[in-house]
Nanobody
């Protein structure tokens, strides 16, 4: 098990940037594939981005490709989501997740979730 705590959310104007952070507890952080998901009001949770254990492979939803960048620092037990050119449709609660196997695009592959951080983009 790993405990995850997100931070960095807030209110930003369209076109602006935010950087989300996710701090993980435990000594086995490098064992986990890390992902970011989001859920907007009235909508289902959706995949945003994921990163492999070493950081050598990254995965993105088409809706954020070219605007968002996921990265990780295994020495600091942290994963980040740099979000640029934000749009109103990016407004959601963003969740950090950790998993050990399976499809990195699927929420079912992750068994550890943070509490979420709110991102609101005003137009």
């Amino acid at each position: 098990q790993v405990q995850l705590v997100e931070s960095g959310g807030g209110l930003v104007q369209a076109g602006g940037s935010l950087r989300l952070s996710c701090a993980a507890s435990g000594r086995t952080f490098i064992s986990y594939v890390m992902g970011w998901f989001r859920q907007a009001p009235g909508k289902e949770r959706e995949f945003v981005a994921a990163i492999s254990r070493s950081g050598g492979a990254t995965y993105y939803a088409d809706s954020v490709k070219g605007r968002f960048t996921i990265s990780r620092d295994n020495a600091k037990n942290a994963v980040y989501l740099q979000m640029n050119s934000l749009k109103s449709e990016d407004t959601a609660v963003y969740y950090c997740a950790a998993g050990v196997s399976g499809n990195p695009y699927s929420g079912a592959s992750y068994n550890n979730w943070g509490q979420g951080t709110q991102v609101t983009v005003s137009s």
